[in-house]
Structures are given as structure tokens and as C-alpha cells.
């Protein structure tokens, strides 16, 4: 069964992710980089098969949650033209001690597979979690991976967004 991410968690991903910009080429003035023109229903499926190629990466046993992808706005950009997509989604090791297994080698594959880290250590937060940001200039998505080792269940919660991307003409960006 898919569910959909609350309200904050929604805010909170794409506050966070916004900050992150990639140094991808063809980027607008905020650090975003442009996608090209898709439906958002394509720009979701795309997304959604990065989200996979990154689940691949972890290489541990366990379970990912299922989530919907979900339209965002492009921050400066006219909201009936543009968008982004954002597929948040969690994974929880078979063992926790496949945690750190997992984080290690999504730091260590991600860069193997077109990624650039930006950003890996401990959060501000009083569990000290551990993020990594990392930012694909081929496929213009940024991803944000934090390593919740003190949560119940313990898990790894992924942010993967997509760069802005604009409605062919004579659309209309769905919203989901």
C-alpha cells in the first residue's frame, strides 16, 4: 500500500533539499538546475527509477517504504509551467547493523554511479543522525540520505528531487 508523506515531512524534505542545490550545468539562479520539458507523470516515473537505481546502491537486506511521488513548485518560477518532482521514501535494514553497511556503501557507490557528495556528517539534531547530500549532473537530481541509527525502528530516509522541469505546451502540471 502506498501512503503519502505528511504535511511537514513534505515541507521539511523540500526546505531541506531546496538549500542543497547541485552544481549541475544549466542551472538557474537558485542552484537548481533545469531538467527540460516533461508531464509531470513522466517526470515522476523518472524519478521514481533514480529512487530504485539507489535502492540497488544500498546492497544490505531489507525493506524499503512504499511513497508516492509528489509535485513541488520551482522556487521563482511560474507554478502553471513549471515544477519538480519529490519521491521521499525510508529503508529499514533486516539487521541494525546493516545500517552503517548500508550509509557506507551508498557513500562509497554513489560516486561510482555519477553522484558528487556535497555534504556528509552529523546533523544538528540531538541523535547527531548522519546526512549525506549528493547530486546527479546527468540525471539533474539531488539526493539527501540521513542515517537515523537512534530511531524506532532504526532506518535510512531518502529525499530524492528532481531539478525543475517544464510542462510541454498546451499541458497542465498535474498535481499529486
Known amino acids: 500500500m502506498k501512503t503519502r508523506p505528511s504535511a511537514l515531512t513534505l ?10 542545490g547541485c552544481s549541475m550545468a544549466d542551472s538557474k ?3 537548481v538546475p533545469f531538467s527540460g520539458t516533461s508531464t509531470s507523470s ?3 516515473d523518472e524519478t521514481e527509477r533514480v529512487s530504485s537505481g539507489i535502492y540497488d546502491l544500498i546492497g544490505v537486506k531489507g525493506k524499503a517504504s512504499e511513497s508516492y511521488s509528489t509535485v513541488v513548485g520551482c522556487s521563482g518560477e511560474d507554478a502553471e509551467k513549471h515544477f519538480r518532482i519529490l519521491h521521499p521514501w525510508s529503508f529499514y535494514p ?6 552503517d553497511v548500508a550509509m557506507e556503501r551508498l557513500k562509497e557507490e554513489l560516486p561510482k554511479n555519477g553522484w558528487k557528495i556535497v555534504d556528509y556528517g552529523p546533523d ?3 541523535n547527531k543522525n548522519i546526512r549525506m547530500t549528493a547530486g546527479n549532473d546527468n540525471k539533474k537530481v539531488s539526493a539527501r540520505i540521513v542515517k ?3 530511531g524506532d525502528p532504526p532506518m535510512l530516509s531518502l529525499d530524492i528531487i528532481s531539478g525543475c522541469y517544464r510542462i510541454p505546451e498546451g499541458q497542465e502540471v498535474e498535481r499529486f
Open 42 to 44: 513522466d517526470a515522476a
Open 94 to 99: 533486516t539487521s541494525v547493523d546493516d545500517l
Open 11 to 20: 515541507v521539511a524534505s523540500v526546505a531541506l533539499i531546496t538549500l542543497t
Open 29 to 31: 539562479s537558485d542552484g
Open 148 to 150: 537515523m541509527a537512534k
Open 124 to 126: 544538528n539534531s540531538k
